[in-house]
């Protein structure tokens, strides 16, 4: 029972599809805002908790500061502002009040408030009132939150008007300790993507002309979508003095002179589950990894006959009793029984449409015989009969597998789907000026990724928009090589990834 | 080492300090609005967690809805607006432009949006997508989320214009069931003020006059706070069929005949935690009760020469890994070490500030007897000598006797300050009208609450109003005896809890 629409036929309806028939999240009366359902939200709750242990583990704590940012602020920061100037809701009144018979804003504000786009601003002000001296350093927090920016081609999960991330914020004494926190939170990232969401990412810095407004170096994480375009999956940023010297952020060093603190920021956004759908469904619907399943097995009763229940359920309780005592990947399994008033094979299809990793069903046959239907979202079609003893000793190692097989499907199609046969502009052209070659299952489809060299000018931005593509990335393992820069022609030692991306 | 301002002095002022010592919260520049620090946050952090097992315990799922709400949405709503009109964001501008010079609003919106005061329109709107039979229902949604009220007199985390707190929104097949929901959530709110928070809380039922704008009852729990002022703590909702009715929430019954769902709501916030301070701080700062504690046991190394650094360090990591096995209220345990280069008594006093339960110091002494130094906040200049093994075997105990001593502290406090010797309107007025009776510690404060009769009619809110006291609650425990009016004077029945308050 494939979805409506196939991944092959329409990329983009394909997505809103699996969201929607995994019950994920749907699109708001509030203009480009989205309802994130119960199953959105889990996945969502589970990244967040795998992720505050990192943060913890690297000694952040957690903080959370107004939403609400004065005009002013942003009229500090010019580089800054720039950046999103263009995308940001305004609060310019506190009330209603009715006017000409019907209910209108009132109350003007003296100075309007910018919902936050990002906090920056306005936490670098409270930075400046807690740090004074270098013993106060480094201050290293991290805020749960949702921003805004005022997107005019909204997609759910991938780009919404209002939408829910962390971003970190850190002041430091020193640049050196302030970059490599910079690296060290890109590298939570990218374990949080390859571990937890089982994506394969390339780790980079972006383009000078492509940095965070403000920041001195922007890194990132880039990974690869099944229609093999670029998703921007995190990013983190080196700010140097620049926020803390427009705030204020100085203090006395060991020097017993004042200087500016050094300030990072670094952030990753609901966005990632459009990641993992893009990277993760098929035709049959939504795939979760076991790692962020809200649910990681799921019972569904099989019961014909009212009299059965009574006994069926009753096992199935013991089941999970049993189950809870199991940790895959060393914590508590995440088990549900899906007791609705529901047809147990459409019961059945919903947890297939949604992604859960395991799914057992169990009527009195089964009871009878001390022993289960599993059924493994990867295999859908197929299913195993186990003695209860069978899968108990088996399920953590199932779940395991489920997660290591994922990310391994996900890096093979990446790194089959990099190209780095391009070597001139004549070929590269040729390349993504047309349909391009994409590989999977021995299949051709659409388009991938080019590693080759850049001249490092921001001149060549013209091009990469002529050609609708980008830079995604320089990244980090540089061969140092010489060759001809696959935009101008000009001899260039850069290496960067070419790509289309969302 | 006591606060500067005692809390017999001045008590608002005794508050701010006891929040600033503490370092919980700070005001911002962002008008209204509040920084809440990590100690504040793990707080609230805990009190999430906790109520969430609650939630999922009586089969809630969370969800995200936008923060964004149209205007006509609340122009549909009479009744309900009108409880929040005066005190709304309004975000009516979509980007910033240069003019005159200066960045300005630009691009105003269409339809001027409102930011939630409140999620029940826009809840409502989803619903009534998601149901359409009786199979349908309940459904039982929770969210957690940040929440604006134009509050012109802010107060930090009792009163700010944006809080953060949970909303729980349910639709239902019948009346009987959705208040029976109502009440379920107001005992969650019972459990979690008393057990989780060790603060005694009153149930009841809001007078007519007093409920949530749009509802047909507001139950709520009211605490009392150390100035014997009340604190409504939590308050939960039957909205009838007046949200299902004009969002449109309609469903086939089992008669095959359509009817409007029976909604509720029901929330608490982030106030929670000054109801918290308010309850157990002293005039040595903040008291945490462990089970909400960030940090349930600190340890402080007290390190006079580097060359023991080393040595005291291992003793202590060691400690630290004994200490996890523990599992005091049958959760893991929450221990900091706490390695800044502060002296150590400076980290002693801090940690008193901020209310954590236990503290150990550990110096290269205790290291050669196996012991170490305890400190419990509950008895601040006191220390107890222990070995390492009177430790281990006495943390739980100890941490869940903290725990119940707070709450039975509080409770003596609140039964011994609720009067009911006063019979007759001028005995009220006499005793509302000068500075009251208040027994703590054998000491008279200032002010109690009063139990006595009403005879439940509006018109007596002039009164209270001109006495600057209000109605917290109908109690739930009526006694149902016949009496006069404490307001009018008239025969009464209704039980009544009248208090100053928050």
């Not at 399920?395 to 990310?407: D, M, P, S, T």
Request: proline share 5%.
């Amino acid at each position: 029972m494939t979805l409506k629409t196939k991944r092959a036929e329409n990329y983009p309806a394909w997505y809103q599809c699996v969201v929607s028939e995994a019950d994920m999240a749907e699109n708001s009366v509030s203009p480009g805002c989205m309802v994130i359902k119960p199953w959105g939200y889990g996945i969502w709750e589970r990244i967040r908790d795998l992720m505050d242990e990192e943060f913890r583990n690297t000694d952040h704590e957690n903080a959370y500061f107004p939403m609400f940012i004065p005009i002013s602020f942003f009229r500090k920061e010019a580089e800054h502002v720039e950046g999103f100037a263009k995308e940001m809701a305004v609060v310019t009144h506190s009330r209603l009040a009715q006017k000409d018979g019907t209910l209108q804003p009132d109350g003007a504000l003296e100075e309007p408030l910018i919902v936050r786009p990002t906090s920056e601003t306005i936490i670098a002000d409270s930075f400046s009132k807690w740090v004074q001296s270098y013993r106060d350093l480094p201050v290293l927090i991290n805020q749960w939150a949702n921003v805004v920016r005022w997107e005019m081609r909204p997609r759910l999960f991938l780009r919404t008007r209002e939408f829910l991330w962390q971003e970190g914020h850190t002041a430091h004494a020193s640049a050196e300790e302030a970059e490599a926190e910079t690296k060290q939170m890109l590298e939570v990232y990218r374990k949080t993507s390859e571990e937890f969401l089982a994506m394969p990412v390339i780790q980079g810095i972006k383009p000078e002309y492509d940095k965070f407004p403000g920041a001195v170096d922007t890194y990132c994480i880039e990974a690869m979508m099944q229609d093999g375009k670029a998703l921007q999956a995190g990013t983190s940023h080196f700010l140097g003095q620049n926020f803390a010297r427009s705030a204020n952020i100085s203090f006395i060093n060991k020097e017993n002179k004042p200087e500016f603190a050094y300030t990072t920021s670094w952030g990753v956004s609901t966005r990632l589950i459009g990641g993992v759908i893009m990277t993760h469904a098929d035709d049959e619907g939504m795939v979760v990894p076991p790692r962020i399943a809200p649910y990681q097995v799921v019972i569904v009763p099989v019961l014909k006959k009212a009299e059965d229940e009574e006994n069926v359920m009753a096992y199935i309780n013991t089941l999970v009793r049993e189950l809870k005592t199991k940790t895959p990947f060393g914590e508590k399994i995440r088990v549900k029984i899906d007791k609705r008033l529901k047809q147990s094979v459409d019961k059945f299809w919903e947890w297939t449409r949604k992604g859960a990793p395991l799914v057992l069903e169990i009527g009195p046959r089964d009871v009878q015989n001390n022993g289960l239907v599993l059924k493994n979202r990867l295999n859908v079609g197929q299913k195993e009969v186990l003695s209860k003893e069978e899968l108990l000793s088996s399920v953590e190692k199932r779940l395991e597998n489920i997660q290591r097989h994922l990310f391994e499907r996900a890096k093979a199609r990446m790194d089959l789907n990099i190209r780095s046969d391009i070597q001139t502009p004549e070929e590269f052209r040729a390349y993504f000026g047309k349909a391009n070659e994409w590989i999977e299952d021995g299949k051709v489809g659409k388009v991938a990724f080019v590693r080759g060299k850049w001249n490092g000018k921001a001149e060549t931005e013209e091009i990469l928009k002529e050609l609708k593509i980008s830079i995604r990335c320089l990244p980090f393992d540089q061969t140092g090589t010489k060759g001809k820069c696959l935009l101008s022609g000009e001899d260039a030692t850069i290496d960067a990834i070419y790509a289309r991306s969302y």
